[in-house]
């Protein structure tokens, strides 16, 4: 009988989290920060699924999984135009060089 | 410490290693495989928790698309041959403490919730229960999640395209 229960698996979510939130709040480049954002919905997602296996045995939170990864698909698409566009106006995509809706 | 306890651990220890090169790292290329061993580490995950669909689609969706759309990313934005390709940081040691903060509130949550657990069930193929679940219980979100797909592909073509004239 393995020893690994429902706290190993949210431990390791609450690890990762933290490590997308770090990298979102600190880092100067969007892209970097959009690959903290994808980290941080991963973290979501293993509790889901570890939600779904040791709480939940319908697969409910499997489906929820699905349903997160597809609108995360969708938000790194919008979000990788948008920089591109920022690129093209501000030739950078320093985050602290974009400070103004101006045209 | 059996067969599977040793895998979790080994694929805990991949995703968090990975996720540490890709906050530590200041070439945004390495940041990038560091992020894809992260996807890799969380699908291992997944397969031990029994989701072998998920893993699946997490491979084919995060592996195959979204880290190869950011990689693009990167490609389009930055010339490699200067330094522009590094990325720096603001405030990491203020970040450092807020996000240890935050850390240290979910992991006293994790471990002083009497959670309500049930022992798991054997390993069984899911594709075919989620299947049924997309197609009955959770129809309508199936359908607005393929309708916000599409809005978002067309509109990220939109605005990503170089404006003329």
């Known amino acids: ?103 | 410490m059996n067969l599977f306890d040793l895998f979790f651990y080994a694929l805990a220890a991949l995703t968090v290693v990975s996720a540490l090169v890709l906050v530590f790292s200041r070439n945004v290329i390495y940041s990038a495989v560091g992020l894809l061993f992260a996807f890799f580490g969380v699908a291992g995950i997944y397969v031990l928790l029994a989701a072998d669909f998920v893993a699946v689609v997490q491979i084919l969706v995060y592996v195959g698309g979204i880290l190869i759309l950011l990689v693009f990313g990167v490609m389009l934005t930055q010339r490699i041959t200067n330094i522009e390709m590094r990325t720096g940081t603001l405030q990491l040691l203020p970040a450092l403490v807020v996000v240890a903060g935050v850390l240290a509130v979910l992991l006293r949550m994790v471990y002083k919730t009497p959670w309500a657990s049930y022992a798991p069930a054997e390993f069984n193929p899911t594709s075919a229960k989620l299947g049924t679940h997309f197609m009955t219980d959770y129809l309508i979100p199936f359908e607005i999640v393929s309708v916000l797909l599409l809005a978002a592909l067309i509109g990220a073509a939109f605005i990503a395209r170089k404006e003329r004239g």
């Not at chain 1, 597809?70 to 948008?82: D, E, P, Y």
């Open chain 1, 1 to 103: 009988m393995s020893s690994i229960g429902l706290t190993h698996y949210l431990a390791l979510s609450a690890v990762l989290f933290s490590l997308g939130l770090l990298c979102v709040i600190t880092k100067k480049n969007a892209v970097t920060v959009l690959m903290g954002i994808e980290l941080i919905l991963n973290a979501a997602n293993i509790n889901f699924i570890a939600f779904a296996r040791f709480v939940d045995t319908d697969l409910d939170g499997q489906v929820f999984a699905v349903f997160v990864i597809v609108t995360a698909a969708a938000a790194a698409a919008v979000a990788l135009a948008i920089v591109l566009n920022l690129y093209e106006r501000l030739k950078s995509i320093n985050l602290d060089e974009a400070d103004s809706l101006a045209r």
